[in-house]
């Protein structure tokens, strides 16, 4: 499902899901809070989608319990093309280490292979910060989660079976 294509964590990771939906479904289950809400760790992200746009996602009353602060990613629209690219900045407040570090670059291509199927990618520039791509690899443990490879199951999933692994 995830390949790291280098070495170090802190480059570039690519994951890569094979979907039983039709783009135009994939990319409102991204970019639609009602949707997105529904699927990984079940934070609301919020996109203003144009270049320039602001994109964040807010911690769940569950996380902030737990010490989540309320804006856990934030950071901006660098391009936009529905249903089948979109580039953004995405900056992690997970902890200090991630406040600390620069935003990286994370694309989304949604590429129908077949009428109704989706392969979806996603691409995670790293460079500049380890402890994000340590969060992001699904390698900082149990409590951290699953990072994409949780994010991206659990997309298919939803969009498959009409409920979350966490249902």
Same mark, same amino acid.
């Given at each position: 499902m995830s390949t790291?294509?280098?070495t170090n964590l802190s480059?570039?990771?690519?994951? &890569? $899901?094979?979907?039983?939906?039709?783009?135009?479904a994939v990319w409102d289950a991204i970019t639609d809070p009602?949707?997105?809400?529904?699927?990984g760790y079940q934070a609301r992200t919020e996109y203003e989608l144009a270049p320039g746009g602001a994109y &964040? $996602?807010?911690s769940s009353p569950e996380m902030?319990?737990?010490?989540?602060?309320?804006v856990l990613i934030d950071g901006e629209i660098l391009e936009v093309d529905p249903p089948k690219r979109l580039v953004?900045?995405?900056h992690a407040n997970f902890d200090p280490d991630t406040i600390a570090e620069?935003?990286?670059?994370?694309t989304w291509e949604l590429v129908e292979k077949a009428p109704g199927m989706t392969e979806v990618t996603v691409t995670h520039e790293l460079a500049g910060a380890p402890a994000t791509a340590v969060f992001v690899s699904g390698e900082k443990g149990a409590e951290a989660g699953?990072?994409?490879?949780?994010?991206?199951?659990d997309l298919k999933t939803l969009l498959e079976t009409g409920a979350s692994m966490n249902d």
């Open positions: 790291t294509t280098a480059t570039t990771q690519v994951f &890569r $899901v094979y979907i039983k939906a039709d783009q135009k009602e949707w997105n809400a529904r699927y &964040r $996602v807010v902030m319990s737990f010490g989540a602060p309320e953004q900045l995405w620069p935003a990286t670059r994370l699953g990072g994409w490879s949780w994010i991206l199951s």
